[in-house]
């Protein structure tokens, strides 16, 4: 089983930059596929990133590609999500969650096992 906590949210403007962390406990995270997903008020959650086990891998949704980039440090038990050139459409509660089968890529909600609680992160313009 694996713990996930997110962190790195906040209030910005739009074209700021923000870096979300996930940490994530036990000795097993390079045995999980991340990804990075988000629920807007109203709206379901949405894929926006995921990374490979050893993180030479990564997917996109269209609407952050060239964006956001996702990266994982395997020696730290850490997936990070970078995002440049906000908008106020990226209005939402991020998650981290980890997928323990050997698909990739791995885009959909119900293929994750374990969730963080989530970081906020509102633009404003």
């Known amino acids: 089983q694996v713990q996930l906590v997110e962190s790195g949210g906040g209030m910005v403007q739009t074209g700021d930059s923000l870096r979300l962390s996930c940490a994530a406990s036990?000795?097993?995270?390079?045995?999980?596929?991340m990804g990075w997903f988000r629920q807007a008020p109203g709206k379901e959650r949405e894929f926006v990133a995921a990374?490979?086990?050893?993180?030479?891998?990564?997917y996109y949704a269209d609407s952050v590609k060239g964006r956001f980039t996702i990266s994982r440090d395997n020696a730290k038990n850490t997936v990070y999500l970078q995002m440049n050139n906000l908008k106020r459409e990226d209005t939402a509660n991020y998650y981290c969650?980890?997928?323990?089968?050997?698909?990739?890529?791995?885009?959909?909600?119900?293929?994750?096992?374990?969730w963080g609680p989530g970081t906020q992160v509102t633009v404003s313009s």
């Open positions: 990374v490979s086990r050893s993180g030479t891998s990564t």
């Open positions: 969650a980890a997928d323990r089968s050997p698909l990739w890529p791995s885009l959909k909600r119900d293929g994750y096992d374990y």
């Open positions: 036990g000795r097993t995270f390079d045995s999980y596929t």
